[in-house]
């Protein structure tokens, strides 16, 4: 609007024109990203809406939005009265003048939330500071306990030591890290020690000299912005100041809720001496000697609920329980405000309010007294611009009614041929918007050059087998999907989910198996934090510590060596294999940790498919290599209902001549799955392929690969298939069933006649020989 006002008059300038908002600090965002692009617009690199160049000066600003350390101030209040949470304090170190204190820049900030999380720093200085909660005992989790793991970590090499009496030293450190490390450990020291002198600061003299004191402490500023520091003084001058006149000579004890109370009202937004008229456009509050004459005022977000402003009188209010004639009104007084900006308008009037709401389209009523000032106008004003007295705008700038022109059966929202808007993104919008839309072709249907043919790396195989979606998107399109990262919580540990129990065991697992004793790995874990506290987490350790130890005891047996407690003695030569496969191409690569000869993994995990692939893939490669007698083996966890034990796989041996040929075959998959996607879900493949080699029918496999692999069940536990795989919903466009992604057979993949997909053909083409040469047991 204030584009097209602007544009039709020649004479009209931005200083001509005023802004008026009920809330200034609400409103500063959207103006800035409204006005503030004004360098874009000079530089000519980009096509921006032409307000971007408009000058802007926003006034009566609430000192605490301009000035860093007198929000720091707040947030030290808020700190005092709060359980310092690992969030809280990482934000307090984000802000600008803290960082400037202990410089600390992107990469160093980066690093100490790495810090944070490995150490499972939650809530709570220390477990003095726990004392309100009742758990002063508990001093897990703290950043007392976080920042000693971190400092053991500097002070120990992590292999002869990782621990200093009951701290375990974080292995995340090099020493490159010690000075971010001290930088960080003097951060909390000086902030601990602020918050422990705010609680037990009593008058307003005493809270405010330990709030600046610890403000000081904490930030720093450039010497450009040294007007920070002198504001800070005066601020809290004036605070203590205010309270003095009400506590009079003797004081009044106050506590954090009053301190707080006092320092948002004395560093809230207020009229200030802003300079009207200087060249630039004014944005203001709605406050008393504002209104001002200009050429155009425009009132925005007059909206019912947020002007008049609604006041809540304090408790402690006796003149607001009976209010008499003649005492301040505030929701009167913004009436008065609303008519001075009015009267102060000399050629035009421009007032905004939410008339829809954004979400459902529902009409949402404007301020009473706009309303009251509508309705007037309408009963007494004459003439054809009565009716337009009220315009209704579209939600979204790119809306054809806001582009009269571009569009041939739209009707423009003002008189004229012209666009209503001046933004060239909304008519670029606008005019695809008039286009047909393309439909989205999937990659799965998507046919891509052929992938070069080059030499295999061994890695790269195995990781395809994993997940060709995955690979492939990896491979052709360079494009990674992560996975959705769960929020990380700030509580106790109370009790484990899956993830967080397998993790634990993965490292007692792995630590055990290189011969570790096995009381100072569950040590360790009790004092790495990410436990319940006492008894919980004990009893937790027991659990999977029974399971570990099963783990263990079965991999010794199965390579015939070792005991409990003992190492596993794995060869300390790896092999290195550049296998000679069809076309002129080779499998390279290094396959270690063979034990016996053979190829040998464990894993805390369930022996799912892959981990069965990835025995399959090494017990080949040995047998190519001329171990003919060489094995795979898997060991990890069994469960069926309520029946848990060790589940054992192994594969081979495999003569070299057919372990040569099945690599190549394995190989020829990999490169149908890289020149186009290829229906081999790793789970839902193997559970085609064992149902249909058990009975010959065809339709049982597909209803056993849904099941078991593919399509998550409605009510069941919770276990997301790969259908909800974000790898396979990005290639497939959706989440699909199984019967619209099995597929059509190439010409050349109709190994099996009687199979009429193609994820059969694939499924039978690669699990076909693993289940041949495959022995599953129960350790």
């Not at 506590?247 to 006092?262: I, K, M, P, Q, R």
């Not at 290094?590 to 799912?608: D, I, M, P």
Request: charged content about 25%; aromatic content about 4%.
């Amino acid at each position: 609007m204030l584009a097209d006002l602007l544009q039709r008059d020649p004479t009209l300038e931005p200083r001509d024109v005023l802004v008026m908002v009920p809330d200034i600090d609400a409103y500063a965002p959207l103006v800035h990203a409204g006005f503030g692009l004004g360098e874009i617009v000079r530089d000519g690199s980009a096509r921006t809406h032409p307000a971007h160049g408009l000058r802007v000066r926003l006034a009566d600003r609430a000192p605490v939005h301009l000035n860093p350390l007198l929000r720091l101030a707040l947030q030290l209040v808020e700190l005092a009265g709060g359980r310092v949470t690992a969030g809280e304090v990482l934000d307090l170190a984000r802000s600008a003048a803290v960082r400037h204190r202990f410089g600390l820049d992107d990469d160093a900030l980066e690093r100490i939330g790495d810090w944070v999380g490995a150490t499972t720093v939650r809530w709570g200085l220390d477990g003095e500071h726990r004392a309100d909660y009742q758990l002063t005992n508990v001093v897990q989790n703290t950043w007392r306990a976080g920042l000693d793991r971190i400092l053991v970590g500097a002070a120990v090499d992590g292999e002869d030591v990782d621990h200093v009496g009951r701290t375990l030293g974080l292995d995340d450190l090099d020493s490159g890290d010690l000075d971010l490390a001290g930088r960080l450990a003097e951060l909390v020291s000086r902030l601990g020690r602020t918050l422990r002198a705010l609680r037990t600061a009593d008058t307003a003299e005493q809270w405010l000299r330990v709030v600046e004191e610890g403000v000081l402490d904490l930030a720093d500023v450039p010497f450009r912005d040294a007007w920070q520091v002198a504001q800070l003084e005066r601020e809290l001058h004036r605070t203590a100041e205010a309270a003095g006149r009400v506590a009079g000579e003797h004081g009044v004890s106050l506590s954090l809720a009053d301190v707080h109370t006092l320092l948002a009202e004395q560093t809230a937004g207020r009229a200030t001496r802003s300079n009207f008229r200087t060249g630039t456009l004014t944005v203001c509050t709605m406050v008393p000697m504002r209104s001002v004459p200009h050429r155009v005022v425009a009132l925005v977000g007059m909206d019912d609920g947020h002007f008049p402003r609604s006041t809540t009188s304090d408790g402690d209010d006796v003149l607001a329980r009976r209010p008499v004639t003649g005492e301040r009104d505030p929701r009167s007084e913004d009436r008065q405000l609303l008519l001075d900006a009015l009267m102060s308008a000399g050629e035009t009037l421009v007032v905004t309010y939410t008339g829809f709401d954004e979400h459902t389209g529902q009409r949402r009523p404007p301020a009473v007294p706009l309303g009251e000032l509508v309705d007037a106008l309408r009963a007494t004003a004459t003439g054809k611009g009565v009716d337009r007295v009220v315009t209704e705008h579209p939600l979204q700038p790119f809306d054809l009614r806001n582009l009269a022109g571009t569009a041939p059966d739209t009707t423009p929202l003002l008189p004229g041929d012209e666009p209503f808007s001046y933004d060239p993104a909304a008519l670029a919008g606008a005019r695809a918007l008039q286009d047909e839309p393309a439909a989205r072709v999937p990659l799965a249907r998507r046919a891509f050059a052929p992938s070069p043919r080059e030499d295999v790396l061994l890695d790269d195989l195995v990781r395809f087998f994993d997940n060709p979606a995955k690979a492939f998107l990896r491979s052709r399109i360079g494009l990674y999907v992560p996975e959705v990262p769960e929020q990380r919580g700030e509580g106790i540990p109370v009790e484990l989910d899956g993830l967080q129990r397998w993790a634990i065991g993965e490292r007692m697992l792995t630590a055990v198996l290189a011969g570790r004793d096995p009381g100072a790995t569950c040590e360790a874990e009790l004092w790495r934090g990410e436990l319940p506290p006492d008894a919980l987490g004990h009893r937790t350790m027991e659990d999977l510590t029974s399971q570990v130890q099963e783990l263990c005891q079965a991999t010794w047996r199965a390579v015939g060596q070792g005991g409990w407690g003992q190492a596993l003695q794995r060869e300390s030569l790896d092999v290195d294999i550049a296998l000679p496969l069809p076309g002129d191409r080779r499998l390279v690569g290094t396959l270690g940790g063979l034990v016996g000869g053979s190829a040998l993994s464990v894993s805390f995990s369930s022996v799912k498919a892959k981990h069965r692939l990835h025995s399959w893939i090494s017990a080949l490669v040995l047998a190519a290599a001329g171990q003919e007698q060489a094995r795979g083996h898997h060991l990890g966890r069994y469960s069926f209902g309520r029946v848990k034990s060790v589940g054992h796989v192994s594969h081979g041996p495999v003569p070299r001549e057919q372990a040569v040929e099945l690599l190549a075959r394995l190989v020829d998959l990999r490169d149908r799955g890289l020149d186009a996607v290829v229906p081999l879900p790793v789970e839902t493949s193997r559970a085609w392929a064992e149902q249909y080699l058990k009975n010959r029918s065809v339709k049982a496999a597909d209803e056993r690969a849904s099941q078991r692999g593919w399509e998550t069940r409605q009510g069941g536990w919770g276990i997301r298939q790969e259908q909800h795989d974000t790898s396979w919903q990005h290639v497939l466009g959706d989440v699909l069933p199984l019967a619209a992604v099995v597929g059509t057979p190439l010409d050349d993949e109709r190994w099996v006649p009687e199979v009429p997909h193609r994820l059969g053909q694939l499924s039978l083409r690669l699990w076909g020989p693993v289940l041949d040469h495959e022995t599953m047991g129960k350790g």
